[in-house]
């Protein structure tokens, strides 16, 4: 619809995503000139909506951002308290010692936190320094300049019909036009990868992988509840399927937050994460905990986990990629919050600085230099190896050379592994399913383990119908014709939401996309084996309405 007339808006910096980067980035420009004009745009129908995290947060960033939060009421209330790793079997459990594990890997001073919540608290301290907030606002494509540089972005547009039409009810929407834009959209956020095709800024780099975590939230009998436990577990139920883990983290008012993260690296096609997840909770030490209970929550996201030989370039003309746009999780350690805002902080400073000194449209060099020479940098570097070891040698061998390479990386700061690589993209390593057996997954009992649909419900997913589906075929040939003969339809399993499906028989069948189910995760995005679903933002306050994760 390039023939549609809108309106603009000028402002300083126009921030994508009021996640904890974004808004870090945003109040530390306010911190910095109370008089910079800073709009920050959000998708989801509220800050916080779509927020998914584990999360125990390391506090280093918000002391940097807000030394005073305690003081300010901030909701990060619960200490780490102890700190467990198991490795599972089918029916019992290994303690892993605490002291052979570098020091990285101590939650001691760490915070079990909803980080839904933590952003709707760092959006009010944003706002009372000034900086605008529109949520409900997805940013559709990015606006460019006659340089070639990014201008802007679209943001607002509604009404769009099924077939692509304008609606009766259609809004087009505005521009908003800044000196610098921030993406900071999470994991493969989708103007993030078209900024980063354009500029060809992943050249030289690994191919980015990814997880798909799932997280449940259950009340639990206030007998077994330990507030301040954190439980990490390897093992069964995924074995040599996939790599990946839980973490079940005991908050406050009785409430356990249960997830579970698989690396979406599999070759297997019939690997489905989500009954992973679900057969996961009747371990023993699970299915105790969880007797009495109610689940309360449900949700689902990519997270981002090639680490720091998968960082693309970070700036082109007008434009900084923050946090998970970037990928800065520190695997080992299943924490990213803490990077996302300091890089935050760092691409505000660079900003000002250019802003001060009259610029406008250029690259932002020195935001790029401090989060890879800095504190991100740091973080990174030294479990840089962690995540290809996984991939390459399976759990036993990476737990043992994984762990002598972060002392390695600790003590004397370097590796006698060098930087490893990871070869092909999660998408790529999928093999035919001819080469794999089927897995038998039992059926959910109602009681600790749940349908996709019966999940999707407790995340209060809702969009609007009647526009077009927000999930895209470049071929709408290839899921019938390819994806089910030779990879046994894997997107009916990969999707955590029941999002697709192949309905009918032979001659007959038909891939049916249940756009309406999706919780914005965008593993479909990533491991297609085709790649050709394309993940684009539906219009804005559509998807989850995550209340506390």
Same mark, same amino acid.
């Given at each position: 619809?390039?023939?549609?007339?809108?309106?603009?808006?000028?402002?300083?910096?126009?921030?994508?995503?009021?996640?904890?980067?974004?808004?870090?980035?945003?109040?530390?420009?306010?911190?910095?000139?109370?008089?910079?004009?800073?709009?920050?745009?959000?998708?989801?129908?509220?800050?916080?909506?779509?927020?998914?995290?584990?999360?125990?947060?390391?506090?280093?960033?918000?002391?940097?951002?807000?030394?005073?939060?305690?003081?300010?009421?901030?909701?990060?209330?619960?200490?780490?308290?102890?700190?467990?790793?198991?490795?599972?079997?089918?029916?019992?459990?290994?303690?892993?010692?605490?002291?052979?594990?570098?020091?990285?890997?101590?939650?001691?001073?760490?915070?079990?936190?909803?980080?839904?919540?933590?952003?709707?608290?760092?959006?009010?301290?944003?706002?009372?320094l000034g900086v605008e907030i529109f949520p409900g606002m997805a940013c559709s494509e990015i606006v460019y300049g006659d340089k070639g540089e990014v201008k802007g972005v679209v943001a607002g547009e509604f009404g769009i019909s099924a077939d692509g039409t304008k609606g009766d009810g259609y809004e087009p929407g505005m521009e908003l036009h800044g000196k610098y834009v921030f993406l900071s959209e999470g994991v493969r956020g989708s103007l993030s990868k078209q900024v980063i095709e354009k500029f060809d800024l992943a050249k030289g780099k690994e191919p980015q992988k990814y997880g798909i975590g799932m997280k449940e939230i259950w009340e639990i009998d206030p007998a077994k509840h330990k507030e301040g436990s954190v439980t990490h577990t390897m093992g069964w139920p995924l074995e040599k399927n996939a790599g990946g883990g839980s973490f079940i983290y005991h908050l406050d008012n009785n409430?356990?937050?249960?997830?579970?993260?698989?690396?979406?690296?599999?070759?297997?096609?019939?690997?489905?994460?989500?009954?992973?997840?679900?057969?996961?909770?009747?371990?023993?030490?699970?299915?105790?905990?969880?007797?009495?209970?109610?689940?309360?929550?449900?949700?689902?996201?990519?997270?981002?986990?090639?680490?720091?030989?998968?960082?693309?370039?970070?700036?082109?003309?007008?434009?900084?990629?923050?946090?998970?746009?970037?990928?800065?999780?520190?695997?080992?350690?299943?924490?990213?919050?803490? %990077?996302?805002?300091? $890089?935050?902080?760092?691409?505000? #400073? =660079?900003?000002? &600085?250019?802003? *001060?000194?009259?610029?406008?449209?250029?690259?932002?060099?020195?935001?790029?230099?401090?989060?890879?020479?800095?504190?991100?940098?740091?973080?990174?570097r030294a479990v840089r190896n962690v995540k290809p070891m996984w991939s390459k040698w399976g759990l036993t061998a990476s737990l043992a050379f994984g762990g002598f390479d972060m002392w390695c990386n600790t003590l004397f700061g370097g590796s006698l592994f060098g930087t490893m690589?990871?070869?092909?993209?999660?998408?790529?390593?999928?093999?035919?399913?001819?080469?794999?057996?089927?897995?038998?997954?039992?059926?959910?009992?109602?009681?600790?383990?749940?349908?996709?649909?019966? %999940?999707?419900?407790? $995340?209060?997913?809702?969009?609007? #119908? =009647?526009?077009? &589906?927000?999930? *895209?075929?470049?071929d709408a040939s290839i899921p019938v014709d390819v994806n089910l003969p030779t990879y046994a339809g894997p997107s009916a399993r990969y999707c955590p939401a029941g999002v697709y499906e192949f309905v009918g028989e032979g001659a007959d069948t038909k891939f049916q996309i249940n756009f309406q189910n999706c919780v914005h995760c965008k593993t479909c995005d990533i491991k297609d084996p085709s790649q050709n679903i394309v993940w684009t933002t539906p219009q804005g306050g559509d998807g989850p309405n995550y209340p506390n994760m």
């Open positions: 619809m390039a023939d549609i007339e809108r309106e603009a808006m000028e402002y300083d910096v126009v921030i994508v995503g009021a996640g904890p980067a974004g808004l870090s980035a945003a109040i530390r420009l306010k911190q910095l000139d109370a008089d910079i004009n800073v709009v920050v745009l959000e998708k989801g129908s509220e800050v916080g909506a779509h927020i998914l995290s584990g999360a125990v947060l390391d506090p280093i960033g918000i002391d940097r951002l807000i030394p005073d939060w305690k003081e300010k009421g901030a909701p990060i209330t619960v200490p780490v308290k102890e700190d467990k790793f198991y490795m599972l079997g089918e029916a019992g459990q290994l303690r892993i010692p605490n002291f052979p594990m570098p020091p990285l890997m101590n939650n001691h001073g760490n915070y079990i936190v909803s980080m839904g919540n933590v952003c709707r608290w760092m959006a009010e301290q944003a706002e009372e409430q356990v937050y249960v997830g579970f993260v698989v690396h979406l690296g599999y070759k297997n096609p019939h690997v489905f994460p989500y009954m992973e997840f679900q057969r996961f909770k009747h371990h023993p030490i699970v299915a105790d905990l969880l007797e009495g209970g109610k689940r309360v929550a449900y949700g689902a996201r990519a997270i981002t986990e090639g680490g720091y030989q998968s960082m693309p370039k970070m700036t082109a003309p007008g434009v900084a990629l923050l946090g998970c746009s970037v990928g800065m999780v520190n695997v080992p350690r299943i924490k990213g919050n803490h %990077n996302a805002m300091i $890089s935050g902080m760092i691409a505000a #400073e =660079s900003a000002h &600085a250019a802003i *001060k000194a009259g610029r406008s449209g250029d690259e932002l060099p020195g935001y790029e230099a401090e989060v890879r020479d800095g504190a991100i940098g740091r973080d990174l690589g990871h070869g092909k993209s999660d998408a790529e390593v999928t093999e035919p399913a001819s080469k794999h057996k089927e897995i038998d997954y039992p059926k959910p009992d109602g009681k600790l383990s749940f349908d996709r649909l019966t %999940n999707v419900a407790f $995340s209060f997913t809702n969009h609007e #119908e =009647s526009q077009p &589906a927000h999930l *895209k075929l470049k």
